[in-house]
């Protein structure tokens, strides 16, 4: 396996035959030409390579498949049509009503509502672990039915770092796969199988993409989950579409994938455009040279807002003061990531001077693009969270959210001061007395949305 860095740009990629197109090619089809009879049998039924329909299979989306794989150090992957589609791909591969599941408690807002409506319809439960950090705790709510542990490697916005390597040695002492989402992370900053997670899941619409342009998911099997002597009986039973074989009798380690691509992902029909997954790859050409800026320039802007009195706490893993801060110097030695957390003392009233008072960041609700972006998670995001369900997550009124693009540091901070200075009834002077006296913003940036 090359270096990280090398792989970004060269695993998976598709050399195309017919012109020597040196980037993979976006596939805009719908389907692939049969050459004859036989060859259309054969296809459909998977004796000779070849793709037969876009929603079960793409070239772009395959080139995208093998190099998020490889940089997770994981067997397989299959893409998908977003986030939430990969969540549930991952998830609906796995279990059936009945079944229950485990998961930490701080997960991204999308897959809380996933978990309490989306597979509550369908007779699933989620149980959420109020302490993640406590493996006894994990043990101690797993239940016959149990078939999977979910965490977050890093939660958002609290930026709390999940201990993987713990939750999944609790996951395989009681045979159980653990699924990670490290959307927040990415591979370059932390790959969670190395550390016992068996799936990985990604939003590739964040970091993955970078550039705010196409959503996609993706969902890795590390391999490392023995599919034929687990509790999914869907797997090791005959299946008629195997023509009596099993999951696990015909494609072994990799079955749990080839479920979740031909049954789940290709009938319930989440398809990634090609287009997508095209803008998806290059974008992981430069992850790890996005990432390290961006986790270089929140550690940066994390120390200046500690320093401010206005501001009560700040969530950023990376800062010795963070609860976390452990885990992260253990799990993320890279760096701990673009996205932070800070509260502020005057409460809501004071969040919405300062979200209304910035000009660089973005007002938006996306993470892990290039531009930055601010975010009021209590009024937006988290708004339908009961009270204390959204204060025990660390969502107080006074919170607000930013996600750090690749800005220069001296323009970002400039701009925060400029929501100091509103909370503080400072505003119009913010703009001069920013940090670096010598030297004035730069950029004058019309508000975002
Ligand atoms: C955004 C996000 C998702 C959902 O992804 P979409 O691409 O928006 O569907 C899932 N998990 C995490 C951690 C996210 O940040």
Redesign the pocket.
Known sequence: MPEFTTAQVHAGETREAAHGARVTPIYLTAGFEFDSFANAEERFGGDVPGYTYSRSGNPTAASLERRVAALEGGREAIAVG????A?TVALLGLVQSGDHLLSAQSV?S??RGLFETGLKRLGVQVEFVDGPGDPEEWRRRIRPNTRALFG?SIG?PGNDVLDIAAVADVAHQNGLPLIV?N??ATPYLLQPGEHGADIVVH????FLGGHGSA???VVVDQGSYDWGVSPFEHLRAPDDWLHGDSYVGAYGRGAYIAFARSVVASLFGPVLSPVNAFLIQQGIETLSLRLRQQSDTALAVARWLERKPEVASVDYAGLESHPSHDLARRYLPRGAGAILGFTLVGGAAAAQRFYDAVTLFSRMTH?GDVRSLILHPATTTHAHLQRDVREATGIGDGLLRLSIGLEDPTDLIADLERGIAAVTGQAGVAATTATTPNREPRLVVAAGN
């Open positions: 977003s986030g939430q589609a969540l991204y999308g897959t977050e958002n989402d959307t927040l939003s590739a619409s964040k959503l996609g998911g993470i």
